[in-house]
C-alpha cells in the first residue's frame, strides 16, 4: 500500500506548469515528502491504474546495483507495480550465462518471484543475439517490438534499437504508431534524443529520426538511458523525455545544467523512476538508492 | 527458393544507387524499403547502372552467400526458442561461430568487402559523413568505441567492448543487410558482423575519410 505523507507535512510545490504551445503535455513537479519508515511515496495509486517503474544502465553487478535493487523492491512492497520497462544496457562487459544470473536475476529475483515482469529495449553494451532470447526479457526473440500491458489503461509500449535504427525498423515504428488507438502511446529505447549528459548528450541523429514520428502520433512521453544519471527534460515540442541511465551505473557531476533542458536531475546517486497512469494523467516519482523521492510530479497527456 | 532470396534485395540496391546518383539528399521511399524485404518479387531486377551499382550487386550476392552457409550450419543446430536458457542461447552461439569458422577457415579480409566494394563503400560513408553534420555523426561513431588491435574476420567480437551506433543516415545509404548481419564500426573499421554467431564476417578498414 502507498504509503502517503499527513497532509500537515506535505509540501507541494508548484515547480513548473509549461503550456508553451497547443497540444503539449502539461507538466506539473511535486516536491515529494520524506518519512523515516519506508518510501515517502507520492503517487496516487489508484486501484484501476496502470503502475510501472523504468530502469537503465543496470547490469553491472555492483553494489551499488544491489542496493537499488532492494530499494525497487521496497518500492513494489509499498506501490505494487506490475512491469520494469529497461531502457537498455541490462549488462556489461561479458553475457555469460552466470553474468545473466549474476547482474540480473540475483538482485531482481525478489521482484522476479513478486511476478513483475521486464520489458527490455538493447543498449549499446547489450548482445542482441543473447538477449531477446532471454525469457526474462520477454523480448520474443525481437530486436524491437510493441506491446500493451495488461490493464485497463489505454496503453502501448513501443520498443526501439536506437543503435540500428535502420529504415526499416523506422518504418514499422510509423506503423505501429499508425495502427495503435492506445491513448497513451509510449516508446522507450537507449539513446536520448533530449540529454544533458555531458559525456553523451542529445542525440540529433537520433531525434530527426524518431521526433516527427512522435510528433505525428501525439506521443506524450518517452523514456531512454544512456547517459548515466536520471534527467526529466522539460517538454520538447510538447513531449517529456526522460533520462533513466543510473540503474547500476553512475557518472557524478555529469548532468551539463547550461544545456536549458533540465527540469530535474539527479547526477550524484543511483536511480530508478516508478509512474503510474489513470486516464490522461501519468504520476511519476524518481527514487535514489538511499530511498530519496527526489522527483516527482504528473504529466497530461492532451486530448 | 534460395536462389532467389538476393534477387529482392538487388533489386533495392540497384534502385537506391541509381537514385542516390540523381540525388544524394533523398531519403528511400516507403516502396524502396518494401522492395528490399525478401520475399517481395513484384519488380523484375534491371541491370547495372554503373560500376558502382555493379560492386555493390556483387557485394550483396557475396553476403547473401554467406548467409546461405549461415542458414545451413544454423539450421543444423539446435534452435534458440524463446524459452531457451542463457546458457542454450550462450551454446548455439558459441556453436554457430565454430561451425563458421571452421567452414572459412581460409576466410581473409576483403573477401566480401572486395577492393572495389571498399572502395564503394567509402565513398558512402565520405558522402553521408562530409555534410553539415559530419563530425557530430562520427562523434556519435565513435562513442565508447575505442577500437581492436588486429582485428581478424571469423573472431568473435570482443566482449567487453559495446557496439557502435551507426546512424540512420548511414544505414539508409548502405544496402541493406539479411536479417543475421549488421554493420558495425570498430574503430575507423567498418564490420560486417554476424549477430547470431557474434563474429566479425570482414572488414574495410580505414573507412572514414581523411
Known sequence: ?303 | MRALRGLPILIAILSAVSLSACNRSSAPSVDQTKASVPGNTAAAPAAPVNDDARALAAFLERVNQYATLHQKLENSLPKVSKDSTPQQVDAHQRALAKLIQDARQSAKQGDIFTPDTQAVIRKLVGNVFSGPDGAALKASVMDENPGVPNLKVNSRYPDEIPVSTIPPQLLQALPKLPEEMEYRFVGNALILMDTHAHIVADFVPDTFPK
Open chain 1, 1 to 303: 500500500m502507498l504509503k502517503r505523507a499527513s497532509t500537515a507535512s506535505l509540501v507541494i510545490g508548484l515547480l513548473c506548469l509549461v503550456e508553451g504551445w497547443t497540444g503539449a503535455a502539461r507538466v506539473v513537479a511535486v516536491q515529494a515528502p520524506q518519512s523515516a519508515g519506508g518510501l515517502a511515496l507520492t503517487l496516487p495509486n489508484k486501484a484501476d491504474s496502470f503502475k510501472f517503474a523504468v530502469l537503465g544502465d543496470f547490469g553491472t553487478g555492483s553494489k551499488e546495483q544491489y542496493q537499488l535493487a532492494a530499494q525497487m523492491k521496497q518500492a513494489h512492497d509499498q506501490y505494487p507495480y506490475t512491469l520494469v520497462i529497461l531502457v537498455g544496457d541490462n549488462l556489461y562487459g561479458s553475457e555469460r550465462p552466470q553474468d545473466f544470473k549474476k547482474k540480473f536475476e540475483d538482485p531482481y529475483q525478489p521482484l522476479l518471484d513478486a511476478g513483475v515482469k521486464f520489458y527490455a529495449s538493447l543498449g549499446n553494451h547489450d548482445d542482441p543475439q543473447e538477449q531477446r532470447n532471454y525469457k526474462l526479457f520477454n523480448m520474443d526473440g525481437k530486436r524491437y517490438y510493441s506491446f500493451k500491458p495488461d490493464t485497463k489503461q489505454s496503453v502501448r509500449f513501443f520498443v526501439l534499437e536506437s543503435s540500428y535504427l535502420e529504415p526499416q525498423q523506422v518504418a514499422w515504428f510509423e506503423q505501429e504508431l499508425k495502427g495503435s488507438n492506445s491513448d497513451w502511446k509510449i516508446p522507450y529505447f537507449h539513446h536520448p534524443p533530449y540529454s544533458s549528459g555531458e559525456r553523451h548528450g542529445s542525440d540529433p541523429q537520433i531525434r530527426s529520426a524518431l521526433e516527427p514520428l512522435f510528433l505525428k502520433y501525439n506521443v506524450s512521453v518517452v523514456f531512454t538511458g544512456h547517459d548515466h544519471f536520471y534527467e526529466r527534460t522539460k517538454p520538447q515540442k510538447g513531449i517529456v523525455y526522460f533520462v533513466c541511465g543510473s540503474g547500476g551505473q553512475l557518472r557524478k557531476g555529469n548532468i551539463d545544467k547550461s544545456t536549458g533542458l533540465t527540469a530535474a536531475g539527479n547526477d550524484q546517486d543511483q536511480a530508478f523512476l516508478i509512474a503510474e497512469i489513470n486516464g490522461n494523467e501519468l504520476s511519476f516519482n524518481a527514487i535514489s538508492r538511499q530511498g530519496k523521492v527526489f522527483d516527482s510530479g504528473s504529466i497530461t497527456r492532451p486530448k
